[in-house]
């Protein structure tokens, strides 16, 4: 499964031999995808847009875009009580689909995580269908972009400006120290 411009999702089941386009309900700019099984994968891109895929990328469904983002946001920081995120919930709210998600990544058809412009983080438990902000749960104060989010061995990973280096520790992205200061586009690795 290829993503790309205009909302462009090309599939392959010969190697890459041939293409056939998807069904896909957007003409944003796509520009990332994952499958952590054979049928279920997500893509996400510019306007704060998520797609989900059951049936290994033929047909895509919306799950989030810019619009319901900056809702999401800001009920989430409504309930929490946090008037510095509300406030910040609110900006990205009134900013609509301008931001986009960089990258995603699934750990299987249920967990997984976005990242984007401006610090943007969020987690799912249930597939997509409702998404966690986690802006306050990254130590990410200038609000950098965030490029790539990855799982390598046991440890959840976040790249992004400025050499920005993040894991999960079970309760947030820490910080961790970086050999360079410019700005990380993915990560690999393993155990």
């Known amino acids: 499964v290829a993503v790309g411009q205009r909302g462009h999702v090309l599939t392959s089941d010969d190697g890459g031999r041939t293409w056939a386009q998807a069904q896909v309900p957007v003409s944003s700019d796509l520009v990332a995808v994952h499958f952590p099984t054979p049928e279920a994968g997500w893509t996400v891109g510019h306007d704060g847009v998520v797609l989900h895929s059951a049936d290994g990328g033929r047909t895509w469904s919306r799950q989030l875009d810019g619009r319901t983002l900056g809702e999401v946001l800001v009920a989430a920081y409504t309930k929490s009580g946090d008037a510095k995120w509300l406030a910040e919930a609110k900006r990205f709210a009134a900013q609509g689909a ?94």
């Open 98 to 191: 301008e931001n986009p998600l960089l990258d995603v990544s699934f750990d299987d058809a249920r967990r997984g995580h976005v990242v984007g412009a401006f610090g943007l983080v969020l987690r799912t438990d249930d597939g997509g269908r409702t998404w966690e902000p986690l802006l306050r749960a990254a130590d990410n104060p200038k609000a950098l972009h965030l490029y790539a989010v990855r799982r390598v061995g046991e440890g959840l990973f976040v790249a992004g400006e400025q050499g920005t280096l993040l894991k999960w520790d079970g309760s947030r992205f820490a910080a961790l120290a970086s050999p360079y200061a410019g700005t990380l586009f993915g990560l690999v690795g393993n155990e």
